[in-house]
């Protein structure tokens, strides 16, 4: 009224368990998964991850929600995860935010421990990078012994085949 009292009022109410229901069921099953799985947004910040990327980064416990991507270089760096050279964090962080937007489907990276990890990047219509790591170096090793025993196979039967036209004297 004219002596700004309240006279009368409008409430609305809104269901959003099921809204939430979704969003934990959805978070569960991000965190299950054996692979790392992270979202970024367009500006590079952390929006979702699962306990499987930290550890695949060697960084368990140390993301956060909005982390910004340069952030993260310099963690990497501190834990001799990556070696920035003469870049700074921010430098990294745009260079590697360019590869993740590439549009190259997939690469991989070898860590210092030696593990071999599939990267997987997709942007989303609303330029969100979803991205999902995959440890596959015992794929690698088997993929390596496998040529390697290719490779001996081929000397020896080159070998035979030399000694079977070689004439005895």
């Not at 937007?101 to 979803?130: F, N, P």
Request: proline share 2%; glycine share 8%; hydrophobic share 35%.
């Amino acid at each position: 009224d004219e002596d700004g009292e309240l006279t009368s009022f409008v409430a609305v109410e809104r269901d959003i368990s099921e809204r939430h229901m979704a969003e934990r069921r959805l978070r569960d099953a991000v965190e299950i998964m054996e692979d790392g799985f992270t979202i970024y947004d367009r500006d590079n910040r952390l929006v979702l991850f699962n306990a499987a990327y930290e550890k695949s980064l060697g960084l368990s416990g140390a993301l956060h929600k909005g982390m910004p991507l340069a952030e993260i270089g310099a963690l990497l760096e501190q834990g001799e995860v990556i070696d920035l050279g003469i870049r700074t964090p921010e430098g990294w962080a745009e260079e590697h935010a360019k590869t993740m937007r590439s549009g190259v489907a997939e690469r991989s990276y070898t860590r210092h421990d030696g593990h071999v990890l599939l990267i997987r990047d997709r942007v989303t219509d609303h330029g969100e990078v979803v991205s999902l790591r995959t440890d596959v170096t015992e794929l690698h090793q088997a993929r390596r012994k496998a040529e390697e025993a290719g490779e001996a196979k081929s000397r020896f039967f080159a070998s035979i085949t030399h000694e079977v036209r070689t004439p005895l004297n």
